[in-house]
């Protein structure tokens, strides 16, 4: 997309996951994952409506290979909703590592979401818990809102980004991924995984640069 496009009224930017536990030092870095800050702070300046998340698990989840005696981070698990990469224990609530990255700055932020707080369940999309079936809300938040057009960033490029613009998709949103304003983990080959899947549901990868 060459065209520069114009944010409106409609528009929202839907922040995945910008914590420290994804950043350089946290439970489940990303690699160079607090890159993502200053992009993300200078594209919320161009939007009215914006959407933080923010990954809050219990202790002792389901997707932290802690919780499975015998069994180490990145390995694969079958669960009553499929299969369940198992991760190091992260963002946890209420501790540091599941806050938002210290330089994140966007105080007219209308929505912190908090996603995967059911113990039994993981949530990497925005928009439903991995059972593709547990609403999160959020589609009830930005219909009554008028909000139509989606355009996401954060972390991972290749899970929750991934999984959020999938659903805003299936939901009849039109999504865009801002691809310099992410940054991905790589588990498997999962970013280009997520290229093809984006791709074949027609979700855009553009630049910030591609925003008037």
């Given at each position: 997309?060459?065209?520069?496009?114009?944010?409106?009224?409609?528009?929202?930017?839907?922040?995945?996951?910008?914590?420290?536990?994804?950043?350089?030092?946290?439970?489940?870095?990303?690699?160079?994952?607090?890159?993502?800050?200053?992009?993300?702070?200078?594209?919320?300046?161009?939007?009215?409506?914006?959407?933080?998340?923010?990954?809050?698990?219990?202790?002792?989840?389901?997707?932290?290979?802690?919780?499975?005696?015998?069994?180490?981070?990145?390995?694969?698990?079958a669960v009553a909703y499929g299969?369940?990469?198992?991760?190091?224990?992260?963002?946890?609530?209420?501790?540091?590592?599941?806050?938002?990255?210290?330089?994140?700055?966007?105080?007219?932020?209308?929505?912190?979401?908090?996603?995967?707080?059911?113990?039994?369940?993981?949530?990497?999309?925005?928009?439903?818990?991995n059972d593709h079936k547990t609403?999160?809300?959020?589609?009830?938040?930005?219909?009554?809102?008028?909000?139509?057009?989606?355009?996401?960033?954060?972390?991972?490029?290749?899970?929750?980004?991934?999984?959020?613009?999938?659903?805003?998709?299936?939901?009849?949103?039109?999504?865009?991924?801002?691809?310099?304003?992410?940054?991905?983990?790589d588990v498997d080959g999962s970013?280009?995984?997520?290229?093809?899947?984006?791709?074949?549901?027609?979700?855009?990868?553009?630049?910030?640069?591609?925003?008037?």
């Amino acid at each position: 997309m060459t065209d520069r496009m114009t944010i409106g009224d409609s528009d929202v930017l839907l922040v995945v996951d910008v914590q420290n536990d994804f950043c350089p030092g946290g439970a489940l870095a990303v690699p160079h994952g607090d890159e993502v800050v200053a992009v993300v702070n200078r594209l919320a300046e161009r939007f009215e409506n914006v959407v933080l998340t923010q990954d809050w698990h219990p202790r002792g989840h389901l997707s932290f290979a802690s919780t499975h005696p015998g069994k180490q981070p990145f390995d694969t698990i079958a669960v009553a909703y499929g299969p369940q990469v198992l991760w190091p224990d992260h963002c946890v609530q209420g501790t540091p590592g599941a806050d938002f990255h210290k330089a994140l700055a966007i105080p007219h932020a209308a929505l912190v979401l908090r996603k995967g707080v059911h113990r039994t369940i993981d949530s990497y999309s925005a928009f439903y818990e991995n059972d593709h079936k547990t609403p999160t809300g959020l589609v009830g938040y930005l219909r009554e809102r008028g909000l139509n057009r989606v355009f996401l960033a954060g972390l991972a490029f290749d899970f929750c980004v991934r999984y959020s613009a999938e659903d805003a998709r299936r939901e009849g949103f039109t999504a865009f991924v801002v691809e310099d304003a992410c940054r991905g983990i790589d588990v498997d080959g999962s970013v280009a995984a997520t290229r093809r899947s984006l791709a074949a549901l027609e979700v855009p990868c553009i630049s910030s640069q591609a925003l008037a």
